[in-house]
């Protein structure tokens, strides 16, 4: 049986701590190995172990729950010995981040765990979608994981006022969030942005040709991730990274890469909202009303800031669409909630028709 002690020098460099081994010491006990999980593929994963990578099978913990599925990111508890090795279990995970799937059922999606820094790469050859960034921090606030923006490509904007003014707006959108202009190409901000992630886990989220891969090789070193050019007319890549890889960076901590999402439908992240849009949820506590849409209620505190100046328009309609897309994906679960929805619409519907005919009455 290895030794704890070289179980602590092969997985410290993966973030192997006390904490992981006293979670383990029932695996242990049993004979089991345990390792961090750096690829899933078809069924099968990549697994490091104090014995160095081996290739188990996750059929036994293959369930009908696919929030229950072995991930990238996962610490396991590998069979000892045995061709195919399985994965007999999973530690219990200290944060998880998770999307909707692209069906239209409710289910969701883990696309990564045990993540201490959720990285969102914002390519800055396009034109800057602040809805998008704002709806990956969702996600990201709502998995346990601290968000850093980065904005990629930072090279190509070749005036230092105008990138000033795109990492502003970056920040007046994510609040409480690090933002780093950053160029691979160049080398800029890669000191930085190794500050923020060399210590515990980091996934890197974002569209393909936002430049994960290439930023993931600068912070390595070297060209372990296949890179491709994106597309001119639309700055789009071509899904180059097409699992989740987890891999550890030379000056210390742990990045996972992952294949370019186009679709990131919120899951349950109804708190990941609240943080993104932390300003909306202070000013909505001095509403006069606690269910306040933040329409034309009388007396809101929301809508008398943008009035004012003070909150954009295209941040309200933001943490409106958000919230809306949360609660639908929410009630699909719940049919409690799913009613209320209803009832609400129905509601402001009938409250919509009567202002209408009260205005109408007076036209004529």
Not at 58 to 65: C, G, I, Q, S
Not at 106 to 135: K, P
Not at 270 to 288: D, K, M, P, T, Y
Request: with cysteine; proline share 4%; glycine share 10%.
């Amino acid at each position: 049986m290895t030794s704890s002690s070289a179980v602590y020098s092969a997985l410290a460099p993966y973030g192997w701590d006390d904490d992981w081994a006293d979670a383990f010491a029932p695996y242990a006990s049993e004979g089991l190995l345990p390792g961090r999980v750096v690829r899933v593929d078809r069924g099968q994963c990549d697994v490091v172990t104090a014995d160095g990578a081996v290739r188990a099978d996750t059929a036994f913990v293959t369930p009908h729950d696919p929030m229950r599925v072995v991930c990238t990111g996962d610490w396991v508890a590998v069979g000892a010995g045995g061709n195919p090795r399985y994965v007999r279990a999973y530690l219990p995970r200290r944060t998880a981040f998770v999307r909707s799937t692209s069906s239209k059922r409710s289910d969701g999606q883990i696309l990564a765990a045990n993540v201490d820094h959720a990285v969102v790469a914002v390519s800055l050859a396009v034109e800057l979608d602040l809805g998008r960034v704002e709806r990956f921090l969702a996600l990201a606030w709502e998995s346990g994981a601290q968000p850093v923006v980065v904005l990629t490509k930072a090279d190509l904007v070749t005036d230092p006022v105008t990138l000033a003014h795109l990492v502003q707006d970056v920040e007046n959108t994510a609040p409480g969030v690090s933002v780093v202009a950053a160029s691979a190409h160049c080398g800029d901000g890669l000191d930085i942005l190794r500050a923020l992630v060399g210590d515990g886990t980091s996934v890197l989220l974002g569209q393909s040709g936002a430049g994960k891969s290439t930023l993931a090789n600068a912070l390595i070193g070297e060209d372990v991730m296949d890179v491709r050019a994106a597309r001119d007319v639309d700055g789009k890549g071509r899904h180059t990274t097409t699992t989740r890889n987890l891999l550890a960076l030379p000056g210390g901590g742990v990045l996972i890469d992952t294949p370019g999402l186009r679709g990131v439908g919120l899951y349950d992240a109804e708190s990941g909202v609240g943080q993104v849009f932390a300003e909306i949820e202070e000013l909505a506590e001095r509403c006069r009303f606690h269910d306040c849409a933040h329409e034309s209620e009388p007396g809101c505190a929301v809508r008398a800031a943008v009035d004012g100046g003070e909150l954009p328009v295209r941040r309200l309609e933001s943490y409106r669409k958000l919230i809306r897309e949360n609660q639908w994906i929410v009630a699909k679960t719940d049919a409690r909630l799913r009613a209320e929805i209803r009832r609400d619409w129905k509601r402001k519907g009938a409250e919509g028709r009567a202002a209408m005919q009260a205005k109408q009455g007076r036209w004529t």
